[in-house]
């Protein structure tokens, strides 16, 4: 069994060690749960700080020139560009995840209804981050189309003749499992389909290499892994065969052409500028850039591949110590083995046969790891095919190998000393 | 003629003069572009600095309910609320203008189609803001529809039973002409038609009454007069008559009935809260409030209409000395003289007979000033209906009545002195 001395050892030899000197950690917090919001880079403070009294206070509307403020959703999807496969002045950084959503998913649809106007169904799956298929259904009603939702294993069986687009989250956010990007695009291609694919919970988590997979269609979040701050601007990539095809339809002036002229006309700029809608909140996408650059930083230390065996070292830590430690107190594992079927969290499962309504616990379970300062967090389950989970995040930027051995502790204590049955750990609040 | 003096006695007298020592302004600086990017209020460094050093780096995920983020777009709606003559509950401050106005367009489109299926022509003004007039170019391709776009006097001829929509801009961000609100509402829903109303230029400028006027639809910005900081999220309202009646398409998670169950299915919230899409830029959010507690803290000293008065006098002050001091110059009034015809800005023309080429000037006289630090800005005409024009905006929560004298005189020596004929003023650039 490894121990607490293997940990620190392993810790003292990782080439990656020097990465978490760049964010600003409270004292007494293991955080797992960078796949919800990552914490705060150092530089963030200063940066938007500058960006409040500098920019804004003294440059007032001189710095949408002198301070590149027209440039930003531009900079930093060339940024996050390097992150997911994508080339320079393929991705903008701008708006929310849903929001992207709907402007690919449109442009999809157009594609698909030029290409194979037969074509009237989006599948996705059940347990796609709801936000998404609510969008789908949003624009299945506009268009007349239909939302089919599978469980993972139905994918392949799924892709008839009648699908139009296939929307995927590329790492599930319940349970981490991960799908080969490649080869399901592959398969789509071959069944006629165009993909859409949710980063969320893989950009800065683990290699992505969109032009690789020739995926269609890709958007993600900048709040999560990238570190950009709460409700940080999203960001949007469509492949270059793609990008000049169609209008998406919020079709605002920072996506025109020439946005200054104050033409009544639209005239979509070229290429992923047409993207762009309204005007982007500044503040916002400068922290964004900060969380962005801690992730670049990796680059000179092996980029995204390091970034992964170690997020990969980490969660096999994690599984194995959260299995034999807590032996005995109902834990399974949700997420994957398999290296290549998981992104960067684990995902627990609990079974209570003594409670008699059959409840879990997992939720109590997370609040009282929280009091202790270990920050996961729980997504309900609905009973049947997918139990409630308690979910961590293992975020290799910031965290290290004894962080893992002591949460586990934590959450061994927690279950040998039943302290989560406490009445302050059972009341429900809103969660993320 | 009003003297210097006049100027300063008016000053000291105005009852309003405090509220500026809200605002951190340059040194130098004459603002005449609030109407484009507001000044920075003094709390919001500490606030932004609080939001990302205590919510964000010590709170970390627990901030969605300690910090009280979930509830930030419906806190600063109904701020923005009273502003606009509209109940708490009826606005939240969200995403960009563009895209809000995609929503409420959106929702006004459908309820025209199913009340009046055979109205198939949405109204608008020619020289609207040109991202209005893009998101209803992309929504007619949408549906079949068709934008008819007409000049201020042509707009009620144009009520035929053919039209769905109006859609106005109340104040004109070139010449700053005012549309009557209650009356324009009153002609449209007499027609048959429905309206929205961008108050991009209004919220915060002039007395807004959207319930008194029964308008149907609204939206406007953050970072005008509201203060809000660079691209600071808009706000959206609609008449609860028509809040429950449709999704609207962006139907995202934070729209739904309960976000937190996760379910697969879309349930949108009751009221205004459907018109959420995704997770909003706490940092750009919280600058927001800052600004809004600027225009709000006029409250005490009644409030808009006192706002009102001295933007009145502001402009009426300015008109006088910029007429009377630059005669002889070519200069001519582009916004109206009724005060009821008018928002808070001030458009000049230039003619300028000796140039060969018609050349107005207007671009480079606008950058003399700008050098000389009084910042207001050009817009470029079409050289027929709509000349070059030279737009100042008069905020008066900062603006005081020696700073339009001495802006006016700035104006006057540039002209006498001819330095605006400088190559540097002559070169152009992007300019917002």
Known sequence: MTSLTDCQQRDAQDPLRSLRDQFSIPGGVIYLDGNSLGVLPKTAAARVAEVVTQEWGSGLIRSWNSAGWFEMPQRLGDKIARLIGAAPGEVVATDS??????????????????????????????????????????????????????????????????????????????????????????????????????????????????????????????????????????????????????????????????????????????????????????????????????????????????????SLALSDLFIELALQRCAGHGLGLATPRAHEQRGSQVCLTRTNPKAPDGASGAYAIVQALIARGVIGDFRAGDGDRHPDILRFGLTPLYLGFEDVWQAVEHLRQVLESGEWRRPEFNQKMAVT
Not at 248 to 270: M, V
Not at 284 to 301: I, N, Q, R, W
């Open 97 to 310: 995840t849903s929001i992207n959503l709907y402007k690919v998913l449109s442009a999809a649809l157009h594609i698909a209804a030029q290409d194979a106007p037969q074509r009237k169904l989006i599948v996705s799956e059940r347990s796609n981050f709801p936000t998404d298929l609510y969008i789908a259904q949003a624009l299945c009603a506009e268009r007349g189309l239909r939302l089919q939702l599978v469980e993972p294993e139905e994918i392949p069986a799924a892709l008839t003749p009648e699908v139009a687009v296939l929307m995927l989250t590329h790492v599930n956010y319940r349970t981490g499992a991960m799908h080969d990007m490649a080869a399901v695009t592959a398969a789509a291609h071959a069944a006629g389909a165009l993909t859409v694919w949710d980063l969320a919970h893989s950009a800065g988590a683990v290699p992505v290499d969109l032009n690789a997979a020739r995926a269609d269609f890709s958007i993600g979040c900048g709040y999560k892994y990238l570190n950009g701050g709460p409700g940080a601007p999203a960001f949007v990539w469509v492949h270059p065969r793609h990008a000049d095809r169609f209008w998406q339809p919020l079709a605002g002036w920072w996506g025109h052409a020439a946005p200054f002229e104050f033409t009544p006309g639209y005239r979509p700029a070229p290429g992923i500028a047409r993207y762009l809608c309204g005007t982007q909140p500044m503040l916002s996408l400068a922290a964004l850039e900060c969380g962005l650059d801690t992730v670049l930083a990796a680059e000179p230390l092996g980029g995204m591949a390091a970034l992964r065996a170690k």
